[in-house]
Protein backbone atom coordinates (compact mmCIF):
# COMPACT_ATOMS: atom_id res chain seq x y z
CA UNK A 1 0.00 0.00 0.00
CA UNK A 2 1.21 3.80 -0.78
CA UNK A 3 0.55 4.90 2.91
CA UNK A 4 2.55 1.46 4.30
CA UNK A 5 4.79 2.76 7.03
CA UNK A 6 7.59 0.09 7.34
CA UNK A 7 9.90 -1.14 10.12
CA UNK A 8 12.01 1.68 9.30
CA UNK A 9 9.37 4.34 9.45
CA UNK A 10 9.99 5.00 6.16
CA UNK A 11 6.92 4.89 3.25
CA UNK A 12 6.66 5.67 -0.52
CA UNK A 13 8.30 8.93 -0.51
CA UNK A 14 11.96 9.54 0.34
CA UNK A 15 12.67 11.70 3.62
CA UNK A 16 15.65 14.03 2.97
CA UNK A 17 16.97 15.99 6.06
CA UNK A 18 19.19 18.24 4.25
CA UNK A 19 21.63 17.70 1.66
CA UNK A 20 25.66 19.88 1.25
CA UNK A 21 28.89 20.02 -0.01
CA UNK A 22 30.61 18.28 3.07
CA UNK A 23 34.25 18.69 3.77
CA UNK A 24 34.82 15.88 6.63
CA UNK A 25 35.10 12.48 4.37
CA UNK A 26 38.13 10.73 2.81
CA UNK A 27 39.87 13.14 0.93
CA UNK A 28 39.34 11.26 -2.37
CA UNK A 29 35.54 12.12 -1.71
CA UNK A 30 36.07 15.67 -0.16
CA UNK A 31 38.53 17.11 -2.20
CA UNK A 32 38.36 20.90 -2.52
CA UNK A 33 34.66 21.32 -3.39
CA UNK A 34 33.05 19.06 -1.25
CA UNK A 35 31.25 15.96 -1.61
CA UNK A 36 27.93 15.98 -2.39
CA UNK A 37 25.80 14.46 0.08
CA UNK A 38 22.48 13.68 0.36
CA UNK A 39 21.53 12.82 3.98
CA UNK A 40 18.43 10.89 4.55
CA UNK A 41 16.09 10.99 7.55
CA UNK A 42 15.42 7.56 9.33
CA UNK A 43 17.47 4.19 9.36
CA UNK A 44 16.94 0.70 9.53
CA UNK A 45 19.27 0.44 12.58
CA UNK A 46 18.85 2.33 16.09
CA UNK A 47 22.48 2.42 17.26
CA UNK A 48 22.50 3.66 20.85
CA UNK A 49 25.26 6.07 19.81
CA UNK A 50 24.00 7.18 16.78
CA UNK A 51 25.98 10.56 15.91
CA UNK A 52 23.08 11.71 13.90
CA UNK A 53 20.21 10.53 15.66
CA UNK A 54 18.58 13.67 15.61
CA UNK A 55 17.79 12.70 11.59
CA UNK A 56 17.81 8.84 12.53
CA UNK A 57 16.06 8.50 14.90
CA UNK A 58 12.89 11.03 14.84
CA UNK A 59 10.35 9.53 12.43
CA UNK A 60 8.01 11.86 13.55
CA UNK A 61 10.07 14.66 13.04
CA UNK A 62 11.61 13.34 9.40
CA UNK A 63 7.90 13.13 8.31
CA UNK A 64 7.74 16.71 7.68
CA UNK A 65 10.79 16.07 5.15
CA UNK A 66 9.50 13.99 2.85
CA UNK A 67 9.98 14.71 -0.95
CA UNK A 68 8.86 13.26 -4.01
CA UNK A 69 11.61 11.46 -6.51
CA UNK A 70 11.97 14.18 -8.82
CA UNK A 71 13.11 16.58 -6.06
CA UNK A 72 15.35 14.33 -4.92
CA UNK A 73 17.34 14.04 -8.85
CA UNK A 74 16.86 17.87 -8.86
CA UNK A 75 19.16 17.80 -5.41
CA UNK A 76 21.53 15.65 -7.20
CA UNK A 77 21.70 18.53 -10.27
CA UNK A 78 22.00 21.17 -7.84
CA UNK A 79 25.14 19.56 -5.92
CA UNK A 80 26.78 19.34 -9.72
CA UNK A 81 26.33 22.60 -10.56
CA UNK A 82 27.56 23.97 -6.93
CA UNK A 83 30.84 22.09 -7.92
CA UNK A 84 30.76 18.87 -5.92
CA UNK A 85 32.43 16.06 -6.87
CA UNK A 86 30.15 13.29 -6.32
CA UNK A 87 26.68 12.34 -5.28
CA UNK A 88 27.04 10.74 -1.89
CA UNK A 89 23.31 8.81 -0.13
CA UNK A 90 23.81 8.44 3.29
CA UNK A 91 21.84 6.29 5.14
CA UNK A 92 20.04 5.03 1.85
CA UNK A 93 19.11 1.65 2.91
CA UNK A 94 15.81 1.86 3.20
CA UNK A 95 14.98 4.06 0.15
CA UNK A 96 17.24 2.46 -2.51
CA UNK A 97 14.13 2.16 -5.06
CA UNK A 98 13.32 6.09 -4.75
CA UNK A 99 17.26 6.21 -4.75
CA UNK A 100 17.68 4.77 -7.81
CA UNK A 101 14.52 6.11 -9.38
CA UNK A 102 16.38 9.78 -9.06
CA UNK A 103 19.68 8.78 -9.81
CA UNK A 104 17.99 7.61 -13.33
CA UNK A 105 16.19 10.79 -13.63
CA UNK A 106 18.93 12.71 -12.75
CA UNK A 107 21.11 11.07 -15.81
CA UNK A 108 18.56 11.80 -17.67
CA UNK A 109 19.27 15.60 -17.47
CA UNK A 110 23.22 15.55 -17.54
CA UNK A 111 23.97 14.45 -13.82
CA UNK A 112 27.35 12.92 -14.73
CA UNK A 113 29.18 12.53 -10.91
CA UNK A 114 30.13 8.98 -9.72
CA UNK A 115 27.10 8.04 -7.50
CA UNK A 116 28.33 6.82 -3.31
CA UNK A 117 26.44 4.43 -1.64
CA UNK A 118 27.41 5.33 2.26
CA UNK A 119 25.70 3.14 4.35
CA UNK A 120 25.52 0.59 7.42
CA UNK A 121 26.00 -2.34 5.36
CA UNK A 122 22.72 -4.09 6.51
CA UNK A 123 21.79 -4.15 3.32
CA UNK A 124 19.65 -6.59 1.55
CA UNK A 125 22.21 -8.95 -1.20
CA UNK A 126 19.49 -8.87 -3.71
CA UNK A 127 18.92 -5.11 -3.55
CA UNK A 128 22.31 -4.35 -3.84
CA UNK A 129 22.45 -6.78 -6.87
CA UNK A 130 19.88 -4.40 -8.75
CA UNK A 131 21.67 -1.70 -7.45
CA UNK A 132 24.76 -2.43 -9.78
CA UNK A 133 26.08 -0.51 -12.55
CA UNK A 134 24.10 2.55 -10.52
CA UNK A 135 26.43 2.57 -7.82
CA UNK A 136 29.95 3.95 -8.57
CA UNK A 137 31.63 3.63 -5.11
CA UNK A 138 30.19 1.56 -2.13
CA UNK A 139 31.09 3.38 1.56
CA UNK A 140 29.57 1.03 3.67
CA UNK A 141 30.62 0.63 8.04
CA UNK A 142 31.38 -2.69 9.18
CA UNK A 143 30.14 -2.33 12.90
CA UNK A 144 30.57 -5.17 14.55
CA UNK A 145 31.96 -8.98 14.14
CA UNK A 146 29.69 -10.04 16.94
CA UNK A 147 26.04 -10.54 16.29
CA UNK A 148 25.22 -9.92 19.54
CA UNK A 149 27.19 -6.71 19.99
CA UNK A 150 24.43 -5.71 16.57
CA UNK A 151 21.03 -6.60 18.95
CA UNK A 152 22.37 -4.88 21.82
CA UNK A 153 24.25 -1.56 20.37
CA UNK A 154 22.25 -1.08 17.23
CA UNK A 155 18.96 -3.27 17.87
CA UNK A 156 19.11 -5.66 14.86
CA UNK A 157 19.40 -9.20 14.51
CA UNK A 158 22.41 -10.90 13.16
CA UNK A 159 24.18 -7.63 11.87
CA UNK A 160 27.22 -9.41 11.06
CA UNK A 161 25.81 -11.96 9.13
CA UNK A 162 23.98 -10.08 6.75
CA UNK A 163 26.96 -6.94 6.60
CA UNK A 164 29.17 -9.29 5.43
CA UNK A 165 26.89 -11.12 3.05
CA UNK A 166 26.59 -7.29 1.71
CA UNK A 167 30.12 -6.39 1.71
CA UNK A 168 31.26 -9.39 -0.23
CA UNK A 169 28.46 -8.54 -2.49
CA UNK A 170 30.15 -4.65 -2.85
CA UNK A 171 33.14 -6.39 -3.64
CA UNK A 172 32.04 -8.82 -6.01
CA UNK A 173 30.95 -5.64 -8.15
CA UNK A 174 34.18 -3.85 -7.49
CA UNK A 175 37.16 -6.01 -6.46
CA UNK A 176 39.75 -4.09 -4.44
CA UNK A 177 41.50 -2.01 -6.40
CA UNK A 178 40.50 1.80 -6.32
CA UNK A 179 40.03 3.58 -9.57
CA UNK A 180 40.96 7.24 -9.37
CA UNK A 181 41.24 10.36 -11.74
CA UNK A 182 43.67 12.35 -12.45
CA UNK A 183 43.04 14.74 -9.68
CA UNK A 184 43.06 11.69 -6.98
CA UNK A 185 39.26 11.74 -6.67
CA UNK A 186 37.62 8.38 -6.17
CA UNK A 187 35.62 7.31 -9.07
CA UNK A 188 34.85 3.39 -8.44
CA UNK A 189 35.45 1.17 -5.35
CA UNK A 190 34.91 -0.21 -2.58
CA UNK A 191 35.87 1.76 0.71
CA UNK A 192 34.93 -0.27 4.09
CA UNK A 193 34.40 1.94 7.41
CA UNK A 194 35.74 0.27 10.57
CA UNK A 195 34.65 2.51 13.58
CA UNK A 196 36.95 2.18 16.72
CA UNK A 197 34.62 1.66 19.47
CA UNK A 198 35.42 1.86 23.34
CA UNK A 199 36.35 -1.15 24.96
CA UNK A 200 36.79 -2.81 21.26
CA UNK A 201 33.39 -3.68 21.54
CA UNK A 202 33.52 -4.07 17.45
CA UNK A 203 35.73 -6.46 17.79
CA UNK A 204 38.31 -4.81 15.32
CA UNK A 205 40.72 -7.23 14.18
CA UNK A 206 37.66 -10.02 13.89
CA UNK A 207 36.28 -7.76 11.25
CA UNK A 208 39.96 -6.92 9.82
CA UNK A 209 41.32 -10.68 9.55
CA UNK A 210 37.59 -11.32 7.35
CA UNK A 211 38.19 -8.69 5.22
CA UNK A 212 41.64 -9.88 4.64
CA UNK A 213 41.06 -13.19 4.59
CA UNK A 214 37.44 -13.19 2.88
CA UNK A 215 38.14 -10.64 0.68
CA UNK A 216 41.69 -9.45 -0.17
CA UNK A 217 44.40 -7.28 2.10
CA UNK A 218 44.39 -5.07 -1.11
CA UNK A 219 40.65 -3.98 -0.07
CA UNK A 220 40.84 -0.18 1.29
CA UNK A 221 39.73 0.40 4.61
CA UNK A 222 38.64 3.71 6.41
CA UNK A 223 40.00 3.39 10.23
CA UNK A 224 37.97 6.32 12.39
CA UNK A 225 38.95 7.48 15.97
CA UNK A 226 35.84 9.96 15.84
CA UNK A 227 33.30 7.94 18.37
CA UNK A 228 31.97 10.09 21.42
CA UNK A 229 29.29 9.58 23.43
CA UNK A 230 25.95 10.70 22.01
CA UNK A 231 22.35 9.59 21.99
CA UNK A 232 21.39 6.89 24.83
CA UNK A 233 25.22 5.99 25.14
CA UNK A 234 25.81 9.37 26.67
CA UNK A 235 22.92 8.92 29.29
CA UNK A 236 21.65 5.15 29.77
CA UNK A 237 23.72 3.24 32.24
CA UNK A 238 23.06 -0.07 30.39
CA UNK A 239 25.54 1.12 27.42
CA UNK A 240 28.30 2.40 30.36
CA UNK A 241 31.22 0.75 27.95
CA UNK A 242 30.61 3.41 25.04
CA UNK A 243 30.17 5.76 27.96
CA UNK A 244 33.21 7.68 26.41
CA UNK A 245 35.87 8.57 23.92
CA UNK A 246 38.20 6.18 22.89
CA UNK A 247 41.65 6.76 24.75
CA UNK A 248 44.69 7.15 22.83
CA UNK A 249 46.05 3.87 23.70
CA UNK A 250 43.00 1.76 22.24
CA UNK A 251 43.35 4.36 19.09
CA UNK A 252 46.75 3.28 18.80
CA UNK A 253 46.18 -0.39 19.55
CA UNK A 254 44.20 -0.45 16.43
CA UNK A 255 46.40 1.44 13.81
CA UNK A 256 49.20 -1.56 15.20
CA UNK A 257 46.25 -3.74 13.73
CA UNK A 258 46.98 -2.54 10.45
CA UNK A 259 50.66 -3.54 10.02
CA UNK A 260 50.04 -6.61 11.75
CA UNK A 261 47.23 -7.73 9.19
CA UNK A 262 48.76 -6.67 6.58
CA UNK A 263 46.09 -4.44 4.87
CA UNK A 264 47.94 -2.41 2.64
CA UNK A 265 44.79 -0.13 1.37
CA UNK A 266 42.75 3.30 2.63
CA UNK A 267 42.78 6.05 5.33
CA UNK A 268 42.98 6.53 8.75
CA UNK A 269 41.96 9.62 10.92
CA UNK A 270 44.40 11.41 12.91
CA UNK A 271 43.42 10.55 16.40
CA UNK A 272 43.41 14.60 17.97
CA UNK A 273 41.33 15.94 14.45
CA UNK A 274 38.95 13.14 14.61
CA UNK A 275 36.99 15.37 17.36
CA UNK A 276 35.39 17.47 14.07
CA UNK A 277 33.31 14.19 13.32
CA UNK A 278 31.28 13.73 10.34
CA UNK A 279 28.14 16.30 10.75
CA UNK A 280 25.81 17.37 7.90
CA UNK A 281 27.64 20.78 8.89
CA UNK A 282 30.92 19.88 8.32
CA UNK A 283 32.81 22.57 6.42
CA UNK A 284 36.55 23.28 8.16
CA UNK A 285 39.10 22.19 5.63
CA UNK A 286 41.97 20.91 7.90
CA UNK A 287 43.00 17.39 6.54
CA UNK A 288 41.31 15.04 9.33
CA UNK A 289 42.31 11.32 7.39
CA UNK A 290 46.11 9.81 5.86
CA UNK A 291 47.12 7.63 3.68
CA UNK A 292 47.52 3.91 6.10
CA UNK A 293 50.80 3.78 3.72
CA UNK A 294 51.97 6.38 5.42
CA UNK A 295 52.17 4.43 8.78
CA UNK A 296 53.89 1.47 7.49
Known amino acids: MKDEIAACYSGRLP ?5 TAHFGEEP ?4 TRGAGNIFFGNCNLRCVY ?6 SQTWKTQRKNEITVERLAEMMLELEQRGCHNIGFV ?19 GLDLPIIYNTNAYD ?7 LEGLVDVYLPDLKYADSAAGFTYSKVRDYAHFA ?18 ADGL ?27 DELSPKTAISLMAQY ?36 EEGFMQEYESASHYYRPDFTDSEEPFRDIRDFK
Open 15 to 19: IVSSY
Open 228 to 263: YATNKAATDDRYILLSRRISEREWFEAVSLINELGM
Open 164 to 181: RLAIKEMHRQMGSELVFD
Open 91 to 109: SPTHFAPQMARAILLATEQ
Open 124 to 130: SVEVLRL
Open 50 to 55: CQNYQI
Open 186 to 212: LQRGLLIRLLVLPNDIADLEANLRWIR
Open 28 to 31: CLSG
